[in-house]
């Protein structure tokens, strides 16, 4: 379902929530929160009001968002239920396709990713394919803690944008 802001800024707190509660993967209270902002005259100012909702979020509420992402993978898209929206996102980037030494690849790199980081691998995938994932995938394993988390977060917040984009018309 398409919305308009106009709508969205006259729902009450709890359609509010239930409107945009899985723009943050399997996190509603970003949603939730972000309802007190309101009104919101432009997309962008919707995304900074849920965005600073999740920056301004305990370290243990953060780490919650990135772990409560799917892993990007071959199997997980296979074997392990996805929302709706990381669904498509996956099959946008291939890897519903990918053929047996791609998922493997691709594997291998998740589990190393979360051997070494306790989290999923989390990537806005619009956009990029199975080489371009595999090539970020081992850039960031070089990583600290730290700044994998700051990461995870930045692409959390361009997954939720291309969400609102996705539903929202921009527009009173």
């Known amino acids: 379902m398409r919305w ?4 969205l800024n006259r729902l009450g707190a709890s359609e509010f929530e ?19 902002a309101r009104p919101f005259s432009t997309l ?14 305990d370290e243990a509420a953060r780490l919650a968002l990135i772990r409560a992402h799917p892993s990007l993978n071959a199997g997980a898209f296979r074997a392990a239920p996805l929302s709706a929206d990381s669904g498509r996102e996956q099959a946008g980037a291939g890897l519903d396709s990918l053929d047996d030494h ?3 690849v691709l594997a291998r ?23 371009s ?10 990583h600290t803690f730290a700044q994998e988390k700051a990461a995870a977060v930045a692409e959390i917040h361009r997954i939720a944008y291309l969400r609102l984009c996705d539903r929202i018309e921009d527009s009173l």
């Open 109 to 131: 790199l998740n589990q190393a990713y979360e051997d070494k980081f306790d989290m999923p691998f989390v990537m806005a995938v619009k956009g990029h394919g199975a080489t």
């Open 4 to 7: 308009t802001l106009d709508r």
């Open 18 to 36: 239930a409107a945009l509660g899985d723009i943050y993967e399997n996190s509603p209270w970003v949603a939730h929160a972000g309802a007190e």
């Open 44 to 57: 962008s100012a919707l995304h900074a009001a849920l965005a600073a909702q999740v920056d301004g979020a």
């Open 102 to 104: 791609q998922a493997e």
């Open 133 to 142: 994932i595999v090539a970020h995938i081992e850039a960031r394993l070089n």
